[in-house]
């Protein structure tokens, strides 16, 4: 290559990336972080206090149940009835609400129709 071609080049790459230290930290919307003065966090002291032997036994403590005790038939079918009511209730309420909403949209029919 000649010198004009690398000196050609180079002018087409400066045009295209503007150097960044000829712009100002207002136009390139960032400061210079070094000029910064660094945050110091402060020091937390923790407590290491030993707990009492006597206080340990005053803490509420929550223990899980020992076991599950084998489910009868009768709570199976206590279980499957209150379902079965739940999903059957919900069903006759979206029923009930389409029945009501048919039947008003007939009458708005009826009132355009005379």
């Known amino acids: 290559m000649s010198e004009e071609e690398k000196k050609e080049e180079n002018h087409n790459a400066e045009r295209e990336t503007p150097k960044a230290e000829s712009l100002s930290a207002d136009e390139t919307g960032f400061e210079n972080i070094a000029s ?14 030993e707990i009492t032997p006597s206080e340990l036994n005053d803490i509420e403590v929550h223990h899980t149940h020992p076991g599950h005790h084998k489910k009868k038939w009768s709570d199976y079918f206590w279980e499957f009835l209150m379902l079965f009511l739940a999903v059957f209730c919900g069903f006759m309420a ?14 708005v029919y009826m009132q355009n129709m005379l």
């Open 36 to 49: 910064q003065q660094s945050v110091e966090q402060p020091q937390t002291e923790i407590n290491t206090s």
């Open 94 to 107: 979206e029923y009930q609400l389409e029945h009501k909403i048919e039947h008003d949209r007939e009458k």
